[in-house]
């Protein structure tokens, strides 16, 4: 089973990885901010599998401030994204 | 009926990595800003959901499986706010990079 | 062990190829978004490295809060001038052979560990019963290096001092210059208003299970500090002029707290910091609470900015 | 090599890399940028410590783990200020930089973070 677990967290990994590299690629500002809406997901579930694997139960707290933080930084993505000093 | 529980989470965890797998497919495939958004959160989302729900037979206590669970629901709700965020800029911008 | 150890290469690679495109990225902005894509990776790392306490300090401060405060000044240097120097490629190549020199030092270091390894970790184990707290590192900051902690919240201060300090005369004791969102958007709105009640129950969550598992009144702060902001942000409370009678007491009653009890420990238990026996667990918990406040609303601050605006009469 | 090992090897790197940003990009911001990329490279290094000596039932030593907290935080604020003196900067002059010839002062700026 911990195997198992490590396992999907590996193959999350390399997913996250992967859509990381295309999203930092691309030249629009629009596909960066989504890098932290990424992790926010995929880092949330690679955490909750170490999470269980590794029988360590307040890796789920690092979970949960990775979610919060990562809209909080998309909220500052957004903000201060190119093209909206016109309105300041 | 442990080894039920087991097979569930390695089936839905196993579900999970795929739509994960199938999230990064649609970053890449997908041609203009809009529909990859919409790959990212829609599906990232369904496969976060499917590992928290695999995981909950493996937790301990109550109290532990409530935190997976609202864990999925902050990440829930928040990316697709934060979404339609994003989607904003780029209707305003009349980009599509 | 062998998945564990293919987890990590390739964590160890993401974490390096992020490194290398914030660095080589073209513009500001990519370059910030990479810092904080690096910093909420890196927490992951810190998990692998059974440092849970440090990997919610870095979700926390490194990903979110370094993030806000380097994007604001994202925002206002995008036209700036001066940035037009240029370093030849020999200077170049020079620079990139000496780092490569200083991290194989560092990395030689890291290969060659010590006959002995110095550690005080079961010191720590065998007298952190006494303090009645469950979590060691909760128990380094408050016990045995609870100087170290006072003075790091004096720093905290003293930096928000400074920057107050550079505000031009115009606008001394006015509004931190954060850049609230542009536009009135419903969306926003509602994230802000939805977020921060569930940001204050992890923030309080952090600061009470600080004391028997990883987290603490830094996590807990963090958390209060980026609900704060992003109320701000979406427009639904004003920034505060740094005047206002309640913001410089809420400032310092953490640091004050914390001293009262150091210096009510000379009288008490003869030494400065030092906790009478018994009520170590309790006088913790109450620092760590005012400490939690002081450190939302200093970090806030701090993300907040320089002064930018006149405090209006 | 074990896991904590192959995290100072790449702490050691980060620092590598930290230094290389910090020396060779103009812009201030992006040298605090770097500067703070080589301080977690530090911190990684750090982790090492801790993870080798740990022992009484834990992961690793507490002590470095809480210099490190304290380090990530001091480090936050001393962004903040080093920021704060780049937009004042900006506010004086309308550059971010202190004059070209003069290269020895562009570090001076951001030597704050």
Known sequence: MISFLLGAAGFVLMTVALALVVILRRPAEVDHMMAA?????????????????????????VALLLALFASFAAVAFVRSAPGQESEV | M??????????????????????????????????????????????????????????????????????WLLVQLSGAIVTQLIAGTVRRRGSNG | MTIFAVFDIGLVVLILGIAVSTIAARDAFAAVIGFVVYGLLLSIA??????????????????????????????????????DISISLPVRFATAVLCALVAAGLAIAVLSPPDAI????????????????????????FVYRALDTLLEKVVLILALLGVWSLAPDSVWGG????????RRSSTLTFLAQLLPPVGIVVAIY??????????????????????????????????????????????????????????????????????????????????????????GVALGLLAAGPLEQAQQQ | MNAATLFGLSGAALVGIGLY???????????????????????????????RAAASGLGGDPV????????????????AMAIALVLRLLQETGRSTLGADSPGDTDRVSGNS
């Open chain 1, 37 to 61: 809406q990424l992790l926010g997901t995929g880092g949330g579930a690679i955490l909750l599998l170490l999470a269980t694997a590794t029988e360590t139960p307040p890796i789920v707290d």
């Open chain 2, 2 to 71: 442990n080894l039920a529980l087991d097979i569930f989470t390695v089936s839905a965890v196993s579900a999970g990595a795929l739509f994960f797998l199938a999230g990064t497919v649609g970053l890449l495939r997908f041609p203009d800003s809009l529909t990859r958004l919409h790959a990212l959160t829609k599906v990232d989302n369904l496969g976060l959901g499917l590992v928290v729900l695999g995981l909950l037979p493996q937790t301990n206590g109550l109290f532990g499986a409530l935190k997976l669970v609202s864990i």
């Open chain 3, 46 to 83: 810190w998990v692998r490295l059974a440092a849970v306490d440090v990997a919610l300090t870095e979700a926390a401060i490194g990903g979110g809060m370094t993030g806000m405060l380097m994007l604001g000044a994202v925002a206002r240097l995008r036209f700036a001038g001066g940035n």
């Open chain 3, 118 to 141: 110095p550690t005080l970790a079961p010191m720590v184990m065998e007298n952190l019963a006494q303090s009645g707290l469950g979590n060691p590192v909760a128990g380094v900051l």
């Open chain 3, 175 to 182: 509004i931190p210059g954060l850049r609230v969102y542009a």
């Open chain 3, 206 to 295: 952090m600061c009470w299970v600080g004391a028997k598992e990883p987290g603490g009144a830094f996590q807990g702060g963090t958390v209060l500090a980026a609900m704060w902001l992003l109320v701000m942000i979406a427009g639904l409370k004003r920034v505060p002029s740094i005047g206002q009678p309640w913001l410089r007491p809420l400032l310092v009653v953490g640091p004050v707290i914390f001293l009262a009890i150091g210096l009510a420990g000379m009288v008490l238990a003869n030494a400065f910091l030092a906790y009478p026996p018994g009520y170590a667990k309790p006088l913790i918990v109450a620092v760590e609470v005012a400490l939690t406040l002081s450190i």
């Open chain 4, 21 to 51: 940003g910090f020396v060779t990009n103009p812009e201030p911001l992006r040298k605090i940028l770097a500067f703070n990329l080589l301080g977690s490279g530090v911190f990684l290094v750090f982790g090492v410590v801790s993870r």
């Open chain 4, 64 to 79: 470095p783990q809480a210099m490190v907290i304290t380090a990530i935080v001091v480090a936050f604020a001393a962004t």
